[in-house]
Structure formats: C-alpha cells, structure tokens
C-alpha cells in the first residue's frame, strides 16, 4: 500500500516535496513512479526512479525543476519540486511496478500499485 503526501497550495515559482511511504517491504524492489492529473486532462508521466536509485527518467516537461529520490531504508520516495509553474498543477500519484527493472519506466502499465493523490495548486 502506497500513500502520497505533501501537496498543497504554492505560488509559481515557488517549492513543493511529494513523499510517498510504503507499507511493505517488497517496496524495495520495485521502480517508483510519479504521474500527475491536471484538470480535464489525462494522467501522465512525470518522474521515476529505479529500485536501485540508481537510474530516473523525468518528462521533458520538468526536467532541470523536480528530482526524484527514494530511501529503500524507509520505504519513501520523493520528488522535490522547484520553480513551480501553474501548469504544473495537478493530482500527484505514486505508483511502484516493474520489480528490479534495470532502468524505470515511464509508462503507467507497467505500475501496478498505486498510491491516492495529493493535490498540488500553483498560483500564477
């Protein structure tokens, strides 16, 4: 079970932390990701990371802004995020999938846990 916190309202320009915290152990082993759901718009990709760590992917969209990071140790990963744009906001979930995959992907199919939203506003 996956859990997402840190949301909230922020000012463009602006910073937020998303955390997600894992209830099992076997989190470790699997790739995280970040999808987010902007108003009337699908979910897409944002970010993820490997089971290692060692390798992330970010959408083109906010790469050089957010960083993902994970502690296997606590079973969290998260996406600090920066320089907050308005179009970033959106409902954030995490997910964790593709166990010990060399390198994280960015397609929802292949996540099969899902944690709930957390809402992120940026106001211009």
């Known amino acids: 079970q996956l859990q997402a916190y840190g949301g909230g309202l922020v000012q463009a320009g602006g910073s937020l932390r998303l955390s997600c915290t894992s209830s099992g152990h076997t989190f470790r082993n699997y790739a995280a990701g970040w999808f987010r759901q902007a108003p009337g718009k699908d979910r897409d990709f944002a970010a993820a990371?490997?089971?290692?760590?060692?390798?992330?992917d970010y959408a083109d969209s906010v790469k050089g802004r957010f960083t993902i990071s994970r502690d296997n140790a606590r079973y969290t990963v998260t996406l600090q995020m920066n320089s907050l744009k308005p179009e970033d906001t959106a409902v954030y979930y995490c997910a964790a999938g593709a166990r010990r995959a060399r390198t994280p992907p960015p397609s929802q199919a292949e996540y099969d846990y899902w944690g709930q939203g957390t809402q992120v506003t940026v106001s211009s």
């Open positions: 990371i490997s089971w290692t760590g060692g390798s992330t």
